[in-house]
T-cell receptor, first 109, second 112 residues
Framework: RKEVEQDPGPFNVPEGATVAFNCTYS??????FFWYRQDCRKEPKLLMS???SGNEDGRFTAQLNRASQYISLLIRDSKLSDSATYLC??????????FGKGTTLSVSS | DADVTQTPRNRITKTGKRIMLECSQT?????MYWYRQDPGLGLRLIYY???????NKGEISDGYSVSRQAQAKFSLSLESAIPNQTALYFC???????????FGEGSRLTVL
């Protein structure tokens, strides 16, 4: 089993839709969690960190469930500019960040 | 100017050639990383360094070596390139307080 797993999609949604991505991780010692966004042929960039209490940044909400070793990202009112690949990232401490393979989102008008 | 700069951005080479990918950063971070990205496989860690004297192998270090010449510079070498090393390579630094990775724009390597 891969350490970080995501549904690769693609998710094809219309503008204005709400879409949710899920991610599971296998190492219970993982300490911190992130969602990164990657546009085609570009470098990944941090979208948001994920906290146990859940956190929200505008239209984006991230949740962490440590008991189930599960992370989620919810995007409300999708925009065309949200089309990208979303990477779930886990830091198990002492080493580097481990990336999921990414979930591709395509928002259409 | 970019905070993390990679050179070259694109390179085509032949099997058996030695290739060096260079990375420099102006963020003052101690932690630096090399990842490769392949379609369908995501980003995989090759090597990482927490300071000039600390080099660590990642999950796919075979066929690669690194050098941390200074806090700001971390280079990746392929001693004898092979076609399955064709990939997009990213260098990154990490801010210790936030854990956020800052990536260079990537180096696209093609080995024929």
């Amino acid at each position: 089993r891969k350490e970080v797993e995501q549904d690769p999609g693609p998710f094809n949604v219309p503008e204005g839709a709400t879409v949710a991505f899920n991610c599971t991780y296998s190492n219970s010692a993982s300490q911190s969690f992130f969602w990164y966004r990657q546009d085609c042929r570009k470098e990944p960039k941090l979208l948001m960190s994920v906290y146990s209490s859940g956190n929200e940044d505008g239209r984006f909400t991230a949740q962490l469930n440590r008991a189930s070793q599960y992370i989620s990202l919810l995007i409300r009112d999708s925009k065309l500019s949200d089309s990208a690949t979303y990477l779930c990232v886990v830091n198990r401490g002492g080493t580097a960040l481990i990336f999921g393979k990414g979930t591709t989102l395509s928002v259409s008008s | 100017d970019a905070d993390v700069t990679q050179t070259p951005r694109n390179r085509i080479t032949k099997t058996g050639k030695r290739i060096m990918l260079e990375c420099s950063q102006t963020k003052g971070h101690d932690r630096m990383y090399w990842y490769r990205q392949d379609p369908g496989l995501g980003l995989r860690l090759i090597y990482y360094s927490f300071d000039v004297k600390d080099i660590n192998k990642g999950e796919i270090s075979d066929g690669y070596s690194v050098s941390r010449q200074a806090q700001a510079k971390f280079s990746l070498s392929l001693e004898s390139a092979i076609p399955n090393q064709t990939a997009l390579y990213f260098c990154a630094t990490m801010g210790e307080n936030t854990g956020e990775l800052f990536f260079g724009e990537g180096s696209r390597l093609t080995v024929l």
